[in-house]
């Protein structure tokens, strides 16, 4: 089936899927698996941002993996966690964004190599929708040293799978964050060649 077709499959089946209520704000697709980037009302009423990875095979949905945080009523960039840019740019180059996306993730995250930021971010125009990082790779840096100091430092171990389409690139990763092991969703928009927003 087409990356089209995965998609809608999974937005006719996102609610009952998930057991909440989804505001899908982005979703790309590549070969079997559609990510969507939603805000999300849960069951007891609440909200949170939520990346679910869908695989797709004939049709149906037989594979589903997904997280979510609550959403925070203030973030340190001035963003919230879902909004910006949700339109793909059907004529960029999905193999050179999967590529910067993963090289990025596997460069700053796994590798913990901080000494060409300005090669894989978009330097102090880079946006940053986590709420607890302020924008630009300043914003990053100084978060990161934050984590560091206060014993609670950030790693990733393995990218466990890569998700592109046009200028858009997410990724899922294991890793470990003040000791504790964390499944991580990271969404990237990509322009003149370097990460230029992240989710």
Do not use: C
Request: avoid cysteine.
């Amino acid at each position: 089936m087409s990356s089209e077709a995965n998609k809608q499959a999974v937005l006719a089946a996102i609610d009952e899927a998930t057991g909440r209520r989804n505001q899908v704000h982005r979703v790309l697709a590549q070969e079997d698996l559609v990510v969507t980037h939603a805000t999300a009302t849960l069951p007891d009423g609440g909200q949170a941002a939520a990346f679910d990875l869908w695989r797709i095979t004939d049709g149906r949905i037989t594979g589903h993996w997904g997280d979510h945080e609550p959403i925070f009523p203030q973030t340190a960039n001035g963003h919230t966690q879902v909004d910006g840019p949700t339109d793909i740019d059907p004529a960029a180059d999905t193999q050179a964004t999967r590529t910067l996306v993963e090289d990025t993730v596997r460069t700053i995250l796994v590798g913990n190599d901080f000494s060409g930021l300005e090669r894989y971010l978009a330097g102090e125009s880079y946006i940053q929708h986590n709420p607890r990082f302020a924008d630009g790779i300043s914003g990053l840096a100084a978060a990161l040293d934050e984590l560091t100091k206060a014993g609670q430092s950030l790693k990733y171990s393995e990218v466990l799978d890569i998700v592109a389409e046009g200028n858009f690139g997410y990724t899922r990763s294991l890793g470990v964050l003040a000791g504790t092991e964390f499944v991580f969703h990271d969404l990237f928009r990509v322009a003149d060649g370097r990460a230029a927003e992240h989710w």
